[in-house]
């Protein structure tokens, strides 16, 4: 009899073994807090913008996502440590163009493919822009200037192989001509060009939005297929008459392999806050389109992007591959 | 005056009043704990900003921003651990006046020249702003590079005596500075494969390392158990007396007028200002003794800089120094673009920012000054406890710079470095001025270069940068003659 209650104690324990993490799994996703891993510094457009989809999103989930700033390596290390965490649905990835810019540097030994991406969240264009007592009034007189004097016309970006050095680099080759491309940090472009040192810059929207309306510069053109909002004057580029469509997208990926429901989850959550009015008027003091593309769709919209920066990172000479 | 008293009003609104205290106490607290700066105090309270309205928001930012600025001193001054990267110049006499047992007038003064340097700031700020932003914008890549030049000179001062020793440390934070990814191209330098070294090394970790590590492992190789402590702990509260004040005032005015002038310039900051004012305290003192002079000259200069990088960001919507760049984009999300335009449409806004600047020196001061008596109480505690805890509190805040595991080992491989260092005379200052200053100056170096597309005259064409040259060479000049005379006697 004894030792038949112990087998029956055992095996009630077996079963409660078992069961307690098939219990566990059986509460739906997410049960613990979601991190967001930004690759850039807080206050950075990129951070203010993950923080507020967080925000919005944990009113969805159920669970707070808080944004974790891992920056440096060029986001080789942000990338890197996501793509090596479990693939469970608990680490997120706040992911952009960059990721192609830190595969062609070298930074990192893999594109897109690593990750399974959720969703577009937003994309913004970037501007052109020159001093207001600038003698070029259009980005046609701009780009003559430049095919005038070639290796003359100083443009200032964000980083050698970000973004807006591509679209720099772009422009330079609807020209034909040849511009020095001047690497700035975060904020110090601007300065250069209101101290003179520079002839133009390229920078997000939000970023000379202040100095644009306060007329101390002139905005020659944006990068997108519409007008930016709160511009409503200043020309796309297609508009000019140059074939260029070049914008900036963030979204969100987690590790791959993570299961079908979760990011199903995550999809549908994405789509919730993009779509949501919070999100608008957000993206509206910010100067970002808010912007929802998932799937094949998304897919196929990055392979498109990956090729465009293989081709303009080796032109510009950023690209170790 | 009424748009004054107005700001005022709405400074004095209570939800603001309550914005600012507690803005002020995360500030100093996270200022004054080894590891945690006031960058992390500003990203913590960020989210609380976005449901309050816009003045209660910024003047919670500012709160941080000013409250860390300070709080640093206190680590510095008692446990020779500087809180933040600013504070590590005042570390240099701080904390030997405190191992001397003034530690409660060491702090009393920092708190003191300080304030007053933040106050000078505002009024700067509010008086002057437009016509310095438009001279700070004169330093292209090229003033900057001979402004960081001219910086470097501070190694003669901060090397305690040991100039050639002090050299061979700068050059060690130099060295240390190259490592990851080189800030124009991006090309990797002593990565040696590793995805967490292209990150570079981390300044605050490093330096934490250098100056706790040595202080830990000398704390627990000593035995105190039959010494009779020292450390004078019933130091509650000692200002500086007027004749005192009287002395110090040429100090803390230059070193404040330094700040501000620094924090206006895009792309500088604190650390460099409060390096630079301990130098030009250092050779007014003219003696290796630690001196008062010497607490209020960089304390007055880092916190000058709150003021002064307000300059360019509410001017120009241009960032001083990270610091702001945070405010920069907390002001974004209330829809504020900070800039002219502020000014035209808002400008009731920027006098009540004005406002609650000035009213929140004066409550750091008063917190602090409140809190010295408790501060110093920190060295009652035996010190096998104090120190395990300030070893958490390193590691804690070394991972946290970047939520980095990486950077916690870089900490302990400074720390073994800085040991070493101390053991054989040489002074860890340099280094932390060599790490800190090193990249602002390679980055205005070659950003310099492309600008001129590779002509080196333009690092001696502007008068701007002809005038720090010859700052640096009269500085060197003194230094030398200095030595002379010392030798004579």
């Known amino acids: ?321 | 005056m009424e748009a004054i008293l107005q700001a005022f009003g709405s400074a004095l609104q209570l939800n603001v009043i309550l914005m600012m205290i507690l803005g002020a106490v995360v500030g100093i607290v996270f200022g004054a704990i080894p590891g945690l700066t006031y960058s992390m105090g500003i990203i913590l309270v960020l989210p609380l900003t976005f449901n309050l309205d816009p003045l209660a928001a910024i003047t919670l930012l500012l709160g941080v921003y000013v409250g860390g600025m300070t709080g640093g001193s206190v680590s510095a001054i008692i446990l020779g651990i500087p809180g933040t990267p600013s504070a590590a110049a005042t570390c240099l006499d701080g904390h030997r006046l405190a191992k001397e047992g003034k530690a409660g007038k060491a702090l009393g003064t920092a708190v003191l020249s300080a304030t007053i340097g933040g106050l000078i700031s505002v009024v700067i700020l509010v008086v002057v702003a437009p016509i310095i932003a438009k001279f700070a914008l004169k330093f292209g890549p090229a003033e900057i590079f001979a402004l960081v030049f001219f910086g470097f000179s501070a190694i003669a001062g901060i090397s305690s005596g040991k100039v050639i020793k002090g050299l061979i440390s700068g050059m060690i934070g130099l060295l240390v500075m190259t490592m990851g990814m080189d800030p124009v191209m991006g090309v990797k330098r002593y990565t040696f494969g590793s995805i967490n070294l292209l990150g570079g090394v981390d300044v605050l970790s490093f330096m934490i390392g250098m100056f706790a590590i040595p202080q830990i492992v000398e704390a627990f190789a000593t035995d105190e158990s039959g010494i009779k402590r020292k450390l004078d702990t019933n130091v509650s509260m000692a200002f500086p007396t007027i004749k005192e004040i009287k002395a110090l005032s040429g100090t803390i005015l230059k070193s404040a007028l330094i700040g501000v002038g620094i924090g206006a310039i895009p792309g500088t900051g604190g650390p460099i200002a409060a390096f630079l004012g301990y130098d030009q305290a250092k050779r007014k003192a003219c003696s290796d003794e630690p001196s008062l002079e010497c607490v209020a000259g960089p304390e007055a200069a880092h916190n000058g800089v709150t003021g002064g990088a307000l300059i360019p960001m509410l001017t120009l919507g241009i960032p001083g120094d990270p610091a702001t760049a945070i405010l920069l984009g907390a002001l974004l999300i209330h829809g504020l673009k900070p800039g002219p335009l502020l000014f035209q449409e808002n400008s009731g806004f920027v006098y009540g920012i004005y406002a609650t600047l000035f009213i929140i020196n004066i409550l750091v001061f008063s917190i602090q000054s409140f809190g010295i008596r408790f501060f110093v109480k920190v060295l009652d505690f035996k010190k096998s406890y104090l120190y395990t805890t300030i070893m958490v509190l390193c590691v804690i805040g070394a991972y946290s710079s970047h939520n980095n595991m990486f950077d916690v080992f870089t900490m302990f491989a400074a720390g073994l470095i800085g040991f070493f260092m101390q053991k054989y005379g040489f002074p860890v200052a340099p280094t932390i001025l060599a790490l800190v200053l090193g990249p602002t100056m390679e980055d205005s170096f070659r950003r310099a270069l492309i600008l001129s597309q590779g002509n080196f005259m333009t690092f001696i064409s502007s008068p701007i940068s002809i005038v720090f040259y010859a700052f640096t060479v009269f500085v060197l000049l003194s230094q030398v003659r200095r030595k002379k005379k010392t030798k004579k006697a």
């Open chain 1, 1 to 321: 009899m004894k030792s038949t209650t112990k087998k029956i104690i055992a095996l009630l324990l077996v079963i409660a073994a078992v069961a307690a993490p098939l219990a566990a799994q059986a509460k739906k996703y997410p049960t613990k807090a979601v991190e967001v891993t930004c690759l850039f510094g807080p206050g950075s457009a990129a951070d203010l913008i993950a923080r507020k989809f967080s925000d919005l999103a944990q009113g969805y989930l159920g669970q707070p996502l808080p944004v974790v700033n891992r920056t440096g390596g060029g986001q080789a290390i942000g990338y890197n440590y996501v793509k090596n965490q479990r693939p469970d649905g608990y680490n997120i990835i706040w992911t952009s163009n960059g990721i192609f810019t830190a595969y062609y540097q070298g930074n990192i030994d893999f594109k897109h493919e690593a990750f399974t991406h959720i969703a577009q969240v937003s994309y913004e264009p970037v501007s052109i822009a020159v001093k207001a007592d600038a003698p070029w009034k259009t980005i046609n007189e701009f780009m003559d200037y430049i095919k005038a004097n070639p290796g003359k016309v100083r443009i200032g970006n964000s980083g050698a192989g970000t973004f807006t050095h591509l679209t720099a680099a772009a422009i330079e080759n609807e020209t034909g001509s040849r511009v020095v491309h001047v690497p700035f940090g975060k904020g110090l472009a601007f300065a250069s060009l209101l101290g003179g040192q520079i002839e133009a810059t390229i920078q997000l929207p939000s970023e000379v939005e202040g100095q644009y309306k306060a007329k101390q510069v002139r905005i020659l053109a944006v990068t997108g297929a519409d007008r930016v909002e709160s511009m409503p004057d200043v020309p796309t580029l297609k508009e000019s008459g140059y074939p260029l469509e070049l914008i900036l997208w963030r979204g969100l990926a987690v590790p791959k392999g993570t299961p079908a429901d979760i990011v199903q989850t995550l999809v549908e959550t994405t789509k919730k806050v993009v779509e949501s009015q919070a999100f608008k008027d957000f993206a509206k003091t910010v100067a970002i389109v808010p912007s929802f593309k998932t799937g094949a769709e998304f897919q196929a919209f990055l392979d498109q992007d990956d090729k465009t920066n293989a081709v303009l990172m080796k032109q510009t000479g950023t690209s170790n591959r």
